[in-house]
């Protein structure tokens, strides 16, 4: 379907959407999302099930860095920004910015995701470890859950910006960068849920 779209005049307004093929991937990533949704509200469901469970660990209050955790935060929505500015540039067909934005996205969350494992490193020498309490497994299984797909993310930008380093915005690309977009936004909406629920509420009991 590629072949249908004129492009002798420059790229359509919305190339990630402009030819089938695009189209598809833009309703497959939301079918994905929405799997991955109702699979995070289950770990929360989890969560919130088993959080006062602290047998004689650690409880949240006596652990959780709240400054760090903000600082994790910013970083991460900020990423969510530079995301869509990268999306911004693909539209105007600049890839420069394209790819200039996408790298500080991956910059973002890498340094995201070396806080994280920095902070379970430090909850661990004080004491909690995955199998200390209830509380302990299902922290670290679902904030882990999130990191997991942080690094996933983190692979898949990387993957897209090495193999198209040259290629331009293309009809074919576009739809992939686009998509990557969303799965960015996805992941850092379920932090500001894990924020809330899980620090939060744990500092605040």
Sequence with gaps: MADSVDVSKGLPANPEKATLDGKNKFLGMFVFLAGETTMFATFFGTYLGLRSGTADGPVAADIFQLPLVFIMTMILLTSSLTSVLATFAMKKNQFGKLKFWMWMTFLLGATFLGLEIYEFVEYYEHG???????????????????????????????????????????LTNAPKFYAFSLYWHFIDVVWVFIFTVVYLMGIGG
């Design 128 to 170: 909690l470890g995955y199998t200390t309490s209830a509380f302990a497994s299902s922290f670290y299984t679902l904030v882990g859950l999130h990191g997991a797909h942080v690094l996933f993310g983190l692979g898949w930008i990387l993957l897209l910006l090495l193999r198209n380093r040259k290629a331009g915005i293309t």
